[in-house]
């Protein structure tokens, strides 16, 4: 029988997001009367700066959109993938491995993370859940935090042989 089953995992907007928002809207609003003054003098360096404040407003849109991150864990068949959805608008696969190749699997503190990998947290900065620390192969041992709830916990632990502490 096939098993599948999605976790949806949500977040609130930090106050760094807030800022970059703000901040991306007060430059487009700057930009708009810049241009605006560049057109009715004809001035050229008016003009530039409409030019600058439109750059800024694209590269804090583009580092806004990155600090708002959901995840979703979308478990099929023994196949754990998380996804992490970026300001409610892309969507990038982070991590996707079969939970019978996990080299371990348990509570953070109770598994031993070998000194020296990388690891990686795939939950919301505001997530108060139980952490679970995943050590797998992927160019290297590497270690990744989740935080799953009791549905996807019961499915790891059905495929898993090396099984949950």
């Known amino acids: 029988m ?3 089953y999605e976790q949806f995992l949500t977040t609130s907007q930090s106050g760094t997001y807030k ?3 703000n901040l991306t809207y007060a430059s487009i609003v700057l930009a708009v009367i810049y241009f605006i003054q560049s057109v009715i003098t004809l001035n050229v360096s008016v003009f530039v700066f409409a030019v600058i404040s439109i750059a800024v407003a694209f590269l804090m849109s ?3 959109d990155k ?3 959901e995840y979703e864990y979308i478990f099929t ?6 996804d992490v959805i970026y300001n409610q608008k892309k969507r990038k696969t982070v991590f996707d491995c079969d939970v019978k190749n996990f080299l371990d699997f348990g509570k953070e503190g109770e598994v031993k993370i070998p000194q020296g990998i990388k690891t990686v947290e795939l939950f919301p900065w505001d997530n108060k859940n139980e952490k679970y620390v995943i050590i797998y192969e992927d160019k290297g041992k590497m270690a990744a935090y989740i935080t799953p709830d009791e549905e996807t916990l019961k499915l790891i632990k059905i495929y898993n042989v090396r099984g949950i502490r």
Do not use: E, H, S
């Not at 068949?77 to 998380?82: A, M, P, T």
């Open 67 to 69: 600090q708002y991150k």
């Open 62 to 64: 583009r580092l806004r």
């Open 19 to 21: 800022l970059l928002k």
């Open 2 to 4: 096939d098993k599948f």
């Open 77 to 82: 068949n023994g196949n754990l993938q998380i």
